[in-house]
Nanobody, 114 residues
Framework: EVQLQAYGGGLVQPGGSLRLSCAAS????????IGWFRQAPGKEREAVSY??????FYADSVKGRFTISRDDTKNTVYLQMNNLKSEDTGVYYC?????????WGQGTLVTVSS
């Protein structure tokens, strides 16, 4: 089965850090660009970051705080999130980019709260 599983979320205080992982199964990640998305309560899903073989892209809201990376030997993409803010709260998902073609998983919940 082809799938992407995001994990590593949790509850963190403002200013804290988390590292999310996106693990692929059923296909090789190195053939694709991979992006992180998030959906805050009551809002639509938005793109957060994206990595391909050449570049990394970040939404303006996370530039300087989030870092995307990939380890193709582990078939995994990571999102290091530092200096988290309450507005970073949401369910985080990963999928292929530029076009999401893998069925969306359940994501991983990140809650930033004191």
């Amino acid at each position: 089965e082809v799938q992407l599983q995001a994990y590593g979320g949790g509850l963190v205080q403002p200013g804290g850090s988390l590292r999310l992982s996106c693990a692929a199964s059923g296909f090789a990640l190195d053939d694709y660009g991979i992006g992180w998305f998030r959906q805050a309560p009551g809002k639509e899903r938005e793109a957060v970051s994206y990595i391909n073989t050449i570049r990394k892209f970040y939404a303006d809201s996370v530039k300087g705080r989030f870092t995307i990376s990939r380890d193709d030997t582990k078939n995994t993409v990571y999102l290091q999130m530092n200096n988290l803010k309450s507005e970073d709260t949401g369910v985080y998902y990963c999928n292929t980019r530029p076009n999401p073609i893998i069925p969306w998983g359940q994501g991983t919940l990140v809650t930033v709260s004191s």
